[in-house]
């Protein structure tokens, strides 16, 4: 009995120091593959949604995560126009609550929002099983196992590139956001119609907004559920689940897709896909109008007045001159 019990803990010892020396092991090669810039020709991943590890240290005020809807329907130059926040969109394409996470922790080692918005969209994007470990990989463990993330990256590498510290260079005006000038307006019926009726929120993202809220919460940041206008995607079912896990956690949501008249939206002239996504001018009348509702709600810094953020008046100046220039198709 005695040596049953001496080799069973020996065979555990074995599997710790195993488990141990291959997150080592991991954690080196993640430094080695990690980009270190923010630039696309460094490598990163969607490089306008890291464009916050450029912008000065703990600047940044408001963070939004979510996916397309929120990069094509926010603008954070429009909202320092209006209000003077500093804010920074950091949302991909397809991006799953648990891809939210991930993109958070990595904000949070370079800035400390007091307000987190999550767009609500992507808690209905179903994936499969692997991707789901692949993401919930990438939220808990974070930068220190970016290895896969970046594993493609070694066709690149250059020597130089691998022991070098970060130095993030990419500056981006839009802060994040995506400019179209592109009109294809939605013309169908009216699709927010009222009914008891639930849509199902995947388990997967519910435990990944309970982790964000948790995170949130652990840094004395507010966080806010709001849902940007998407015909395409958004239905007054997904709008009852998302307004049942809200009040069922305390948390404050938003739903743009009700009430639009509040904010001069048109879908005739407002969206670039017909419905799915905003177009520049779509973006400002939603920004104004969130804007308005975090001057109520909030209390955030208005730093215009301030010269530490005088560069921002150089950005909005650009911003403009982008927003004219930008193709129409």
């Known amino acids: 009995m005695e040596n049953q019990k001496k080799t069973t803990l020996q065979n555990v010892t074995k599997c710790i120091v195993f488990i141990l020396l ?18 696309k020709e460094s490598g990163i991943t969607n490089p306008n949604a890291n464009g916050f590890y450029s912008e000065p240290k703990n600047s940044i005020d408001v963070v939004m995560i979510g996916n397309s809807d929120a990069y094509s329907g926010f603008s954070p130059m429009e ?6 926040y500093t804010s920074y969109v950091s949302a991909e394409g397809l991006q799953v609550p648990a891809g939210s996470l991930a993109m958070l922790k990595r904000i949070l080692d370079y800035q400390k929002p007091k307000l987190v918005i999550l ?29 896969f993330r970046y594993h493609n990256r070694w066709k690149k590498l250059k020597w130089k590139d691998l022991l ?22 939605y013309t169908g019926e009216e699709y927010m119609v009222e009914t008891d009726k639930r849509a199902k929120i995947p388990g997967s993202s519910i435990i990944a907004v309970k982790q964000i809220q948790k995170l949130c ?37 938003v739903d743009l ?27 400002r009348k939603v920004t104004r109008f969130i804007g308005e509702y975090l001057k109520e709600h909030y209390d955030l810094p ?20 982008q927003v004219k220039f930008t193709e129409d198709d």
């Not at 909202?79 to 003077?84: D, F, P, T």
């Not at 919460?217 to 049942?244: C, F, Q, T």
């Not at 208005?302 to 010269?307: M, S, T, V």
Request: net charge negative; hydrophobic share 35%.
């Open 22 to 39: 291959l997150a080592m092991l991991l954690m080196g090669v993640s430094y080695l593959m990690a980009p270190k810039d923010n630039t």
């Open 79 to 84: 909202l320092w126009n209006a209000c003077g």
């Open 119 to 147: 767009e609500t969209d992507g808690m209905f994007t179903k994936t499969d099983a692997s991707q789901n470990i692949v993401n919930a990989f990438n939220a808990v463990l974070g930068e220190p196992f970016s290895v």
């Open 164 to 185: 070098r510290k970060p130095f993030y260079t990419a500056h981006c005006v839009t802060k994040g956001q995506m400019l179209s000038n592109k009109v294809k307006g």
């Open 217 to 253: 919460a652990e840094n004395n940041m507010e966080l806010l559920l709001l849902e940007m206008p998407s015909e395409s995607s958004w239905s007054y079912k997904r709008h009852n689940a998302v307004k049942d896990f809200a009040k069922e956690h305390h948390l404050p949501f």
């Open 257 to 283: 897709n009700l009430d639009r008249d509040r904010f001069d939206f048109d879908w005739t002239t407002d969206s670039r896909d017909g419905g799915n996504h905003l177009n520049s001018a779509g973006a």
């Open 302 to 321: 208005d730093h215009r007045d301030d010269p530490n953020f005088d560069v921002w008046h150089e950005d909005f100046k650009a911003y403009t001159e």
